[in-house]
Each structure stands twice: as structure tokens, then as C-alpha cells.
């Protein structure tokens, strides 16, 4: 499975991040498989994001749930972020990664098998 991820690279503060992650290897409804968006800001450890899982259900970081949204194209087999009303605290590498993992681990970073590259976002006027 290969994981790219796509985006603007700057972003102002108070707009809409927006990233797509676009998926080759398999299918993203293959059965199992969660989809999440990981970033790690300058710094600081790797935080999980959000997921959205081989049925299409998502789930969110307590402390995003208000601002992100994860949707997908089964069409285009990608995954897109929405992170709404960004901060310079929103700088960071954001990646997708993905696995068949369970549903314990699905917010623990190191749980997951693939990853894309990474892109960098900077939130800056």
C-alpha cells in the first residue's frame, strides 16, 4: 500500500486546511483497514488526528473534534483532511498512515503499517 499526501503548504490563520491523501495498493474499503491523518509539529511527538475506517465511519482527537473533518472519494481512493480555523499551533508535518489494526490501537501512531511521505503545513499571515 502507498500513502501520498497532497496540500497547499501555507496556510493563514483562521482558514481551512486542506489535505488529500491519495491511495494505491489496495482498496480503502478493503475490510479492517483504518485511514488516519497523524502530524507531528516542530519539536514534539507524533499526535493523532483522526481516522476514517474501511466502512466509512471517522473518529476524532478529543482536542480536534471541534475543528477536523475526514471524509473520503472511493471513487478516487483518497482520504481528505478539513482542519478548520487554524493557529500558527496548527504548523506541523501532517501524514497519512494506515493499517489493519485494531480498534485499541487506532490512536497510537506506531500501530500503523503504511505511511505516506509527509507534507509540511505552516500556518503563518
Known amino acids: 500500500v502507498q500513502l501520498q499526501e497532497s496540500g497547499p503548504g501555507l496556510v493563514r490563520p483562521s482558514q481551512t486546511l486542506s489535505l488529500t491523501c491519495t491511495v494505491s495498493g489496495d482498496s480503502i474499503t478493503t475490510n479492517y483497514y483504518y485511514w488516519s491523518w497523524i502530524r507531528r509539529p516542530p519539536g514534539k511527538g507524533l499526535e493523532w488526528i483522526g481516522y476514517i475506517d474501511y466502512s466509512g465511519s471517522s473518529s476524532y482527537s478529543p482536542s480536534l473534534k471541534s475543528r477536523a473533518s475526514i471524509s473520503r472519494d472511493t471513487g478516487k481512493n483518497q482520504i481528505s483532511l478539513q482542519l478548520n480555523s487554524v493557529t500558527p499551533e496548527d504548523t506541523a508535518v501532517y501524514y497519512c498512515?494506515?493499517?489493519?489494526?485494531?480498534?485499541?490501537?487506532?490512536?497510537?501512531?506506531?500501530?500503523?503499517?503504511?505511511w505516506g511521505q509527509g507534507t509540511q503545513v505552516t500556518v503563518s499571515s
Open positions: 498512515a494506515a493499517g489493519p489494526i485494531s480498534t485499541v490501537s487506532v490512536q497510537t501512531p506506531r500501530a500503523y503499517q503504511y
